[in-house]
């Protein structure tokens, strides 16, 4: 099966946001990468990161553009945790009414923010660098990515809430028919509210 169609992905929402250096150090790990894909190339252009597609393919020309995920590096402040006795209240009558100030420092997120063509771009190795995305989403401790895709013939529902997988299911609704639709409009030429 050529990658070009192993799969497809028709809908995506993602809001996942993580350390930078997690998404680094997940990709140096040797992760297990799906069908298709040698390799994942990371890239970062001012604040915007990219992981493109290195094809298994060799007969792909390296002027082919392959998928790519795209994220924004933003900056957060995280704080340690607050010590316990922090939490039990105010003390009266000590002298130490100052509080101590959390320790924190900025760190780098990548979010990977927005729909399938902001998030997952162009079409070769598309469904692969989605299997990567959802990947990435299990190693997130915030946000969320949902997404209707097709594999095999079968339409699979993703949704990964909190890197933690949920149930998801596909709704499918009859939309409606051609004649209905050339129906439904205004019919102008037999309009009593308009005068000749």
């Known amino acids: 099966m050529s990658a070009e169609n192993s799969g497809q992905v028709f809908r995506l929402h993602s809001t996942l946001e993580l350390p930078l250096e997690d998404v680094r150090e997940f990709l140096s790990n040797d992760p ?24 298994a393919d060799k007969s792909v020309s390296k002027y082919t553009p ?27 009558g000590d002298e130490e009414e100052e509080e101590e100030e959390i320790p ?16 997952l771009q162009n ?34 529902a993703t949704r990964i809430v909190d890197g933690e997988d949920r149930p998801a299911s596909i709704e499918v609704v009859e939309g409606r028919s051609e004649g209905q639709a050339a129906n439904s409009g205004v019919n102008w030429r037999d309009n009593k509210f308009i005068s000749d």
């Open 66 to 92: 392959t998928a790519q995920l795209k994220a924004s590096v933003v900056e957060n402040r995280v704080y340690e945790e607050e010590p316990d006795d922090q939490h039990r209240g105010p003390r009266w």
């Open 123 to 156: 079409s070769l190795l598309q469904y692969e660098m989605f299997l990567v995305l959802c990947a990435i989403a299990r190693e997130a401790e915030k946000g969320t990515l949902t997404a209707i895709t097709a594999h095999d013939g079968d339409l699979d």
């Open 104 to 119: 924190s420092e900025l760190v780098e997120f990548a979010a990977f923010k927005g729909d399938r063509e902001t998030v």
């Open 32 to 55: 297990e990468l799906p069908d298709g894909i040698e390799s994942v190339d990371i890239t970062r252009r001012n604040n915007t990161l990219i992981l493109k597609a290195i094809s």
